[in-house]
């Protein structure tokens, strides 16, 4: 039977060329196999039937559209995740941050939100998180909507439990949210120095000048160039001693402007830059 749906490169390109002219948005630096893959799972996902009315619905219905970016972009996330991460940011980084006046930290790709979260906790430990104010943006405008409303699984919550002890946590980490039924709603002393933006990576540029930034697990899915390219918005946008936080697998490499930055220990993807 032949039923083994295939979107082939020059489709694939036919694709990429409609969201720029149609929408603006602009998937050309992404890594090009798992653009396909995404796209392909979408297809079947939703039972097309061939490329043509792919094509029709991804042109004509903005919602469909929607519905194919959130597809595209790989929203997988978690409350400290890498554990002994978030441990050095504790130790090395915050208390640098404590001897600023104000505190602006941008999380960019932050999905739906369990990264700044996980941040708030360690700045509220530290007692600096009322000076502190976090922007959390991403591509993906249902993401924001979660990570406003910080309400997450509560299925979650013993895994969270352990990373966020792994990550150095002391406290009692169901202090932090109060439980109802299914799910963990966060306290709004934590949510209520965050505020949430689209901000595509991509096409825009920066928005403010910050101590910290993190981008984790975002640009693995770009090519070099399109890293190198993000890099230097985020360079433009930290200020100097400031610091960038990158996934375990990303790397300033090749960037063109890692010659400004100093690793901080040598082991966890944090640099600070110098000049
Ligand atoms: C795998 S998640 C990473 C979430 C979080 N930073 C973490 O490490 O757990 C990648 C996020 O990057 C976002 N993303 C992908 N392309 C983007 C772009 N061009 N601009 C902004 N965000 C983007 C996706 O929507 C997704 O939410």
């Known amino acids: 039977m032949e039923n083994v ?63 194919a970016v959130s597809e595209i972009s790989v929203n997988v996330t978690e409350m400290f995740r890498d554990p002994v991460f978030f441990k050095t940011i504790r130790e090395k980084v915050v208390p640098v941050l404590a001897t600023y006046p104000l505190v602006r930290i941008w999380h960019a790709g932050c999905s739906s939100g369990e990264e700044v979260y996980s941040l708030a906790i360690i700045l509220k430990e530290a007692g600096i998180l009322n000076k502190s104010i976090l922007y959390g943006t991403d591509l993906n405008p249902n993401v924001l909507e979660k990570a406003a409303r910080g309400i997450f699984p509560m299925t979650a919550m013993q ?24 799910f963990a709603k966060f306290d709004e002393s934590l949510s209520q ?51 960038l936080a990158l996934g ?18 040598g082991k966890e993807k944090i640099w600070r830059k110098f000049k």
């Open 5 to 67: 749906i295939h979107i082939d490169d020059p489709e694939i390109e036919v694709l990429l060329d409609d969201f720029i002219e149609i929408y603006g948005y602009d998937f050309s630096g992404y890594s090009k196999a798992s653009f396909k893959r995404r796209l392909q799972r979408l297809f079947i996902m939703d039972k097309m039937v061939n490329f043509a009315e792919f094509r029709y619905r991804l042109q004509n219905d903005r919602d469909y559209f929607n519905h």
């Open 159 to 182: 895994q969270y439990s352990r990373n966020y002890l792994l990550a150095g946590g002391r406290e009692d980490f169901s202090s932090y949210y109060s439980a109802n039924y299914n």
């Open 193 to 243: 120095r965050m505020v949430y933006s689209t901000h595509n990576l991509v096409s825009d540029f920066s928005f403010n000048s910050f101590q910290l930034i993190f981008c984790r697990n975002v640009l693995i899915y770009f090519d070099k160039d399109l890293q190198s390219k993000v890099l230097s918005v985020f360079d433009k946008s930290l200020e100097r001693f400031g610091f």
């Open 248 to 265: 375990s697998k990303e790397s300033l490499r090749f960037s063109g402007i890692e010659t400004m930055y100093e690793m901080l220990d």
